[in-house]
């Protein structure tokens, strides 16, 4: 793409599968698929850099902290403060729960 500046550097890997990095436009989005392993040893680890000198290094999921016992698909929002999570409620209505703050650099 040519300006990056407008972009996010997305790259999500587990032991067995990088998914590679990627540059995902402001307001799209980028998925993948997978099936946790019988074992529960399942972990997705994702680094995201938006433009403006900021990044993140996070478990996207984690078998062994819960997460089999959730709903697929999971949703991860980039916001200006950081990365949501995309919770539906009981009621079925969703809410984006912040987990994450941007760190400093790249």
């Known amino acids: 793409m ?4 407008a972009d996010m550097l997305v790259h999500c890997r587990s032991k067995d599968n990088d998914l ?4 995902v436009r402001f307001n799209n989005k980028y998925e ?10 399942t972990l997705y680890w994702c680094y995201l850099a938006p433009s403006g000198g900021r990044y993140l290094n996070f478990d996207a999921y ?4 819960g997460e089999r016992n959730r709903d697929f ?12 999570q995309r919770i539906l409620d009981n009621d079925m209505r969703t809410r984006d729960v912040f987990q994450h703050p941007w760190k400093s650099g790249r």
């Open 2 to 5: 040519s300006n990056r500046k």
């Open 20 to 23: 590679g990095v990627h540059y």
């Open 32 to 41: 993948w698929g997978f099936k946790p392993n019988i074992w529960l040893r």
């Open 62 to 65: 984690n078998s062994k902290i």
């Open 73 to 84: 698909p999971i949703y991860w929002i980039a916001k200006e403060d950081g990365v949501y």
